[in-house]
């Protein structure tokens, strides 16, 4: 898998914004939206068509449909919620399996404490989505699960990721896409990415 750095503009202008030390919470939420929107925009561009005729005003006509069972949006609680609305956006029908899983601020290491998966999901594409990417250890725990549930195709959708979160993900997922809005330099010592966006989920719920 090699990492998909979405550089459209509009990307890349949005994840400028949202790197401001000043951003309100309001900019913020409205930011991470619209990103999961532009991320899912791409991360959905090979999904297969089917042809069907539908009546139309003028009568018959050939259109074409995704074909299959609804996608599953996978959010990771908390900042995955985030992304979510942006998501729905482009996705409204879509079935949601939320993930509870936090990282411990001492270990890095991540701690699950809830799921509640979609049915069938051995027959969806599953859009995992949060914000950061860091050492990889939440999202990896996530696929982990999902796979254990069934789940076969899974792209993950990031704002930001960091090289040593991407070489995890691909050392334990290699079939797993990931699409980003930005990859930044590297971890710090406390496991937050640099240049980053600091904590998103607080700058989200306005925790901080
Ligand atoms: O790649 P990792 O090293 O696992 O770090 C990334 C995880 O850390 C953050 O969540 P956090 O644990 O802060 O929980 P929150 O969403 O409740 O803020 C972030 O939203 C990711 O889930
Ligand atoms: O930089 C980081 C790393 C983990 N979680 C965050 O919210 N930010
Ligand atoms: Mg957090």
């Not at 449909?65 to 482009?90: C, F, H, N, S």
């Not at 027959?123 to 699960?145: E, H, K």
């Given at each position: 898998m090699t990492p998909t750095e979405v550089n459209h503009p509009l990307v890349k202008h949005k994840i400028g914004l949202l790197r401001?030390?000043?951003?309100s919470t309001k900019q913020f939420r409205q930011l991470a939206a619209e990103l999961g929107s532009l991320l899912t925009y791409e991360a959905t561009r090979d999904l297969a068509t089917e042809q069907a005729t539908i009546e139309s005003w003028s009568g018959p006509v050939a259109i074409e449909q995704i074909q299959g069972k609804k996608v599953t949006i996978v959010p990771i609680l908390r900042a995955g919620l985030g992304m979510l609305d942006g998501v729905l956006e482009l996705l409204p029908s879509a079935r949601i399996s939320v993930v509870g899983i936090y990282r411990?601020?001492?270990?890095l290491k991540p701690v699950p404490y809830f799921h509640k998966l979609a049915a069938d999901l051995d027959q969806r594409l599953a859009l995992v989505v949060d914000p950061m990417l860091a050492t990889g250890g939440s999202l990896i725990a996530s696929i982990n699960l999902l796979k254990q549930h069934g789940a076969t195709r899974i792209k993950a959708l990031v704002l930001v990721a960091a090289p040593e979160g991407i070489a995890a993900l691909q050392q334990a997922h290699p079939d797993v896409e990931l699409y980003t809005a930005a990859i930044d330099r590297c971890l710090n010592?406390?496991?937050?990415?640099?240049?980053?966006?600091?904590d998103a989920g607080d700058k989200l719920f306005g925790t901080k």
């Amino acid at each position: 898998m090699t990492p998909t750095e979405v550089n459209h503009p509009l990307v890349k202008h949005k994840i400028g914004l949202l790197r401001a030390a000043d951003i309100s919470t309001k900019q913020f939420r409205q930011l991470a939206a619209e990103l999961g929107s532009l991320l899912t925009y791409e991360a959905t561009r090979d999904l297969a068509t089917e042809q069907a005729t539908i009546e139309s005003w003028s009568g018959p006509v050939a259109i074409e449909q995704i074909q299959g069972k609804k996608v599953t949006i996978v959010p990771i609680l908390r900042a995955g919620l985030g992304m979510l609305d942006g998501v729905l956006e482009l996705l409204p029908s879509a079935r949601i399996s939320v993930v509870g899983i936090y990282r411990d601020e001492q270990t890095l290491k991540p701690v699950p404490y809830f799921h509640k998966l979609a049915a069938d999901l051995d027959q969806r594409l599953a859009l995992v989505v949060d914000p950061m990417l860091a050492t990889g250890g939440s999202l990896i725990a996530s696929i982990n699960l999902l796979k254990q549930h069934g789940a076969t195709r899974i792209k993950a959708l990031v704002l930001v990721a960091a090289p040593e979160g991407i070489a995890a993900l691909q050392q334990a997922h290699p079939d797993v896409e990931l699409y980003t809005a930005a990859i930044d330099r590297c971890l710090n010592e406390q496991g937050y990415i640099l240049p980053g966006l600091g904590d998103a989920g607080d700058k989200l719920f306005g925790t901080k």
